[in-house]
């Protein structure tokens, strides 16, 4: 499991998590509020990267924040 640094975005904390999955990688986001409250997002897509998938999460995440349509990954 491969964990990058956390993120800030609008007073809200982003982890990101890219769990390896065979030749491939998941991604997973938690976002905690500024009232301390989590929510996971559960299994994001498959990657061919960590990196990748990680980059995804916190796309997905920030999207979510601005009440966005989740970005799509190719």
Same mark, same amino acid.
């Given at each position: 499991?491969?964990?990058?640094?956390?993120?800030? *975005?609008?007073?809200r904390?982003?982890?990101?998590?890219?769990?390896?999955?065979?030749?491939?990688y998941?991604?997973?986001?938690?976002?905690?509020?500024?009232?301390g409250t989590?929510r !996971? !997002?559960?299994?994001?897509?498959?990657?061919? =990267?960590?990196?990748?998938?990680?980059r995804y999460?916190?796309? *997905?995440?920030?999207?979510?924040?601005?009440?966005?349509? =989740?970005?799509?990954?190719?």
């Amino acid at each position: 499991m491969t964990q990058f640094k956390d993120v800030i *975005y609008k007073g809200r904390v982003l982890s990101a998590t890219a769990v390896p999955e065979q030749d491939r990688y998941t991604a997973m986001l938690i976002v905690r509020e500024p009232d301390g409250t989590r929510r !996971s !997002s559960g299994m994001l897509g498959e990657f061919a =990267s960590a990196t990748g998938a990680v980059r995804y999460a916190f796309a *997905y995440g920030m999207a979510e924040i601005d009440h966005r349509q =989740s970005v799509q990954h190719a």
